[in-house]
Structures are given as C-alpha cells and as structure tokens.
C-alpha cells in the first residue's frame, strides 16, 4: 500500500540566518588619533601615516596593499593588479580581477612615501617590501599609542571609507564602486545602511537650500511664510 501524503512536511524549513558581524570602524576622531600616533615608530612614521591615509580613503584590501607597485599609481585611478598572501607570495586580488579603482584626493599622500629600488610602493620599517607580519606589527603599536578600541583592525579602514563616504552624501552605488563591488551597491546598502540618520537628515534639508523663486514659494509651510514677512 502506498500512504499519500497531504503536505510537504519539509515546507516550513528554512536555512538557519547568519548574522553578519557588527561592524565599528574607526570614528574619524579614532582616525586622526592613529594618524598621530604614528610618531611611535619613529623615522618610519611618516611613510606608515601615508599608509593609514591612503588605505582609509581607497579602501584598498591589506593584502592588495602590500602588493601595490608604483606602476598602478596614475594621476586619478589606481590599478589594483595582485594582492599578497599569508604566505608573502603573489596572487590574484580577492575577486580575482584587475581593475582599476578612482584615487580620491586624501589618499593622494605618497609624496611622504620614499621610492626604493624594487617596484613596490610601502614597504616595512627595515626597506622590505611590505608583510603580513612585519606590517600588522607596526599597527599594532599605532594602535596601542593612538589609544584606540583594541578591537578596530587594520580591515576596518575599509569600512571606515565606506561609511564616510556614505556620511559624505556618496550614493550607495558610487561606494560599490570605490570598494570594487559589482552588485550595484547592493552589498553596501545591506551592510552599512546609513551610518548617520542625522548626517542625512542635514543633507535632505540641505538639498532645499536654493532660492524659493526656483521652485514657487513655500505654500505649504505658515512657519516659513511668517519668518519671511517678518524679514521683510
């Protein structure tokens, strides 16, 4: 005999949700504390600000950070073409593309970066080119002087571009493309939102701030027409 079923009993079932964890990027007060804090590494200093800096407003990966040769520097765009890996070898960026990146004027600061003989850009305190190790080391001592959550990583300089470029009033879509996203902002509306309701609250009352004779005048709003008469 065949029992029928009525129902599926596996309907309801659903994939357990995986959070996505917190995310607290350094505030830009945290920020110009590491960028102060950097006289703890003495002569080495000013080349590991140029690196905070330039990684804060690229948000370029660590691993693609260390691999940046002066070739990919240009003018306006910065072409990200490898990323270095755990082991110190070569590999491909994260999503595997090379590709290029815009080149925002604070993170325009290599001038501060001596050229050495190899072709990369940073380099550790001794002149070698950049590691995991020798690199996450200097941080680490930045970030003890700076005074600083010791849970804010060298990767949250990443987020740290995203939400203030999101603070900035930058679209949602244009931050994809600053981290290199290919999913039309999608990814960056599900993990950053808005990081300031009242940033964008500013930025919506801003955006009526042209003459009134634009548009006609304010008829719906008896506050604004009496303050106008009274300026009268």
């Not at 350094?26 to 200093?45: I, K, M």
């Not at 490898?82 to 090379?98: C, E, Q, Y």
């Not at 949602?172 to 950053?192: K, T």
């Amino acid at each position: 005999n065949v029992a029928l079923v009525e129902s599926n009993p596996f309907s309801n079932l659903r994939l357990p949700i995986v959070e996505r964890p917190d995310i607290h990027p350094p505030t830009l007060d945290e920020y110009r504390e590491l960028l102060n804090a950097v006289t703890v590494l003495g002569g080495y200093g000013p080349e590991f600000r140029a690196m905070i800096q330039f990684s804060a407003w690229t948000g370029i990966r660590a691993g693609e950070l260390q691999a940046l040769r002066w070739d990919d520097i240009g003018a306006e765009e910065i072409t990200v073409s490898a990323s270095r890996r755990r082991d110190g070898s070569l590999g491909k960026p994260k999503n595997g593309r090379v590709e290029a990146m815009p080149f925002p004027p604070p993170a325009r600061v290599l001038d501060d970066v001596p050229r050495r003989p190899d072709s990369f850009v940073f380099h550790s305190a001794r002149g070698k080119p950049l590691a995991q190790g020798s690199h996450h080391y200097s941080w680490r001592s930045v970030r003890a002087r700076a005074g600083v959550r010791e849970s804010i990583r060298w990767h949250d300089l990443r987020h740290f571009c995203a939400t203030q470029l999101l603070d900035m009033g930058v679209d949602h879509f244009a931050v994809s493309v600053q981290l290199r996203h290919h999913d039309g902002g999608r990814l960056v509306m599900e993990r950053y939102g808005h990081p300031s309701r009242e940033a964008a609250r500013d930025r919506l009352l801003g955006a009526f701030s042209f003459e009134s004779e634009t548009t006609g005048r304010w008829a719906g709003s008896r506050a604004a027409g009496q303050a106008e008469s009274q300026a009268r």
